[in-house]
């Protein structure tokens, strides 16, 4: 029992831990979730003691274990840590642990501040060296990374990858499942359903994780909502295909009901390691709270904040010139509508699409990354000096992975395009992909978009993709190439960032196509989005935020009739919503009516006050029960500050609100409370009140915080398609 409990490691932070027990031939994983304390010597051999599972019958011989590396050697018929072959052969892996490493603390409890475990796995028969690393971020999220080396002295022949899983184990009790679906202008629709017994598995098959990503799987104890609930959750860094599963067999996973995983989707043929080759999984980040998704959420955001190229400097208004001009590129037109930006506060003006070589519509250019002599007879610096002399950043922008078969570049380097040898597939709005595993690729690549950036001392770029990958092979007998598109972009970006150390890149693919943190590790942002409709956009912003804090999430005002939905919808709705994130504009100023002006004047106004509250706080949801009324804010950390949305998307049975907690104020701490009405009133369903809202309307109201957080206060009832801003400060 005394070797046992010294070979017992727990990484502890933020009220969470990952306790592994380090066993032979493969460690353990003894528990994943709320933070057991300092168990010390007795606790920890307890932990072990009670990690020993029944031997059932009709059963293995021996106790099954959960193991870090689950395989059918440990009696697990689920899905297996990894699996591959070589020609055929050595296709059941058998590893044994080489070496452990601590770091942050010693080995029996590092501590309550996070800290690393790297366990070395090594399968003499294949010639593998594995390499598990636990990452526990003081935010309490656990960032998991593997390495596969191929060992120098293994067989010749190359060891067929096909799957790398990491998987984690759940308890009995979490036992509902939540994760997302999607379709363009639709981006991370909820959907909830039972954990029964089999595999529940999400495959992305896109070259990204598309429209209909999973985003974040998390399992729950059924009945979870933003405010209560245990649960366990899973993020997949990685930009390309990708697979989440929940699995639950008969049998259970050791002392565990069920587990959580995923990694890289991997291709027939993609990863085939010779000797001295090694291939690296993406970082699966894994979370526990006993806070709801609430929870889950802050502890995200606050892995994100820590990051050190994490943007500090306040996130600018932008103005997006694609719905306001689309391809109509005159230089009088957008110098007008410069100039109109300015009046209104915006302080950085991004060009869109068309401003490159040929391209007059969506048919021709792609490739070309080039400014078209045509319509842009001096460059684009006439532009670029007006948008500088205003006051503002530029910014351009590019689809850099795509082409169209009407471009030079396609014409000149036909083998460039992505597809096989027998011929390239249907188009997917007119354009294809390039290889960007090619070095011939890559090189035109960085130096087209380097010579931009340098010439014109772009501040932003708005990096699109606005197709998904089939048939993702190129070259000498179709060898698949989707794997090696993402390390490739991976490289263009930082190598593009290396040598502009200010400049900022968005993450737009149709919208929220490529929302992950592996993409986020070297851009700034993401569009969420093509949708500016405030209803959808309610709650794509809403579920975007479940892993991404407001200041990453690009969220921008339209015109009063919505570019993709038709819907007219009121300004104040409208701007209300594009508060909450990285905000901006996307219509053609120089048509709007001078009250449309001076609201989007205040508005802009308003969001440069609230920015350091609004990407520096705590995102709060309010669990209402009706999809009808939504109220979502932001709260300063420090608790002295809070902005709240009341929201109505739709009709609803009831008719009074009733008495409604505002989320994430302290029960024992008076405030005072307003309704901000700079951006104008919504339209209401009543003759007059609540009394305190009324009130509300002309001045501070001083309210105890149990009354705001515990009782709660009834709300103004709304018509559908409206929203309202309430503002609480803590009464000093």
Known sequence: MADSTARIVALRAAGTALVVELSEPVPRVLHWGADLGDLGDAGLAALGLTGEPAVLNNSIDIPRRFTVWPTEADGWSGTPAHHGHIAGTTAAPRLILTGTEVRGGSQATPGDQGGELVLRLGDSAAGLDVTVTYTMEPSGVLSVGTRLDRRADARPEPYDLTQVTTLLPLPRRAAEILDFTGKWSRERSPQRRPLGFGTYSREVRRGKPGLDSPYLVTVGVPGFGFRHGELWGMHIAWSGDQRYLVEQLPEGAGTHAAVLGGGELLRAGEVRLAPGESYTTPVCHFTWTDQGLDGLADRFHTLLRSRPQHPVRPRPVILNSWEAVYFDHDLDRLLGLAERAAEVGVERFVLDDGWFRGRRSDHAGLGDWTVDPVVWPEGLTPLVDHVRSLGMEFGLWVEPEMVNLDSDLAREHPDWVLGPAAGVGP??????????????????????????????????????????????????????????????????????????????????????????????????????????????????????????????????????????????????????????????????????????????????????????????????????????????????????????????????????S???????????????????????????????????????????????????????????????????????????
């Open 427 to 656: 188009a997917a709005r007119h354009q294809h992909v390039l290889d960007l595993s090619n070095p011939g690729v890559w090189d035109y690549l960085l130096q087209a978009l380097d010579a931009l950036v340098d010439k014109y001392e772009i501040a932003y770029l708005k990096w699109d993709h606005n197709r998904e990958l089939h048939e993702a092979v190129h070259g000498p007998g179709d060898r698949p190439v989707g794997h090696a598109q993402v390390p490739a972009l991976y490289r263009l970006l930082d190598t593009l960032k290396e040598r502009h150390p200010g400049l900022e890149i968005e993450s737009c693919a149709s919208g929220g196509g490529r929302v992950d943190l592996g993409i986020l590790s070297r851009t700034d942002r993401v569009w969420a989005s093509d949708c500016n409709d405030p209803v959808e956009r309610q709650a794509i912003q809403r579920w975007t935020a479940q892993l991404l804090p407001p200041e990453l999430i690009g969220a921008h005002v339209g015109p009063a009739t919505s570019h993709t939905t038709a819907r007219v919808s009121s300004d104040t709705f409208r701007l209300t919503t594009a508060l909450f994130g990285h905000a901006g504009i996307e219509q053609d100023l120089t048509r709007c009516a001078p009250e449309e002006l001076a609201h989007l004047t205040a508005w802009t106004a308003l969001y440069r006050e609230l920015r350091p509250l609004l990407h520096g706080g705590r995102t709060v949801r309010a669990d209402l029960g009706t999809d009808a009324n939504l109220l979502h804010g932001v709260v300063g950390h420090d608790g002295s500050h809070a902005l709240y949305c009341w929201a109505r998307v739709a009709t609803s049975p009831e008719g009074q």
């Open 658 to 732: 009733g008495r409604v907690r505002l989320p994430g104020l302290a029960a024992d701490t008076p405030y005072r409370v307003r309704v901000r009405t700079d951006l104008g009133l919504p339209s209401l369903n009543q003759t007059g009140g609540p009394a305190w809202f009324t009130a509300a309307l002309e001045d501070w109201v001083t309210l105890p915080g149990s009354v705001l957080a515990v009782a709660g206060v009834p709300l103004p009832n709304l018509n559908p398609e409206q929203a309202l801003l309430l503002e609480v400060r803590r009464a000093d």
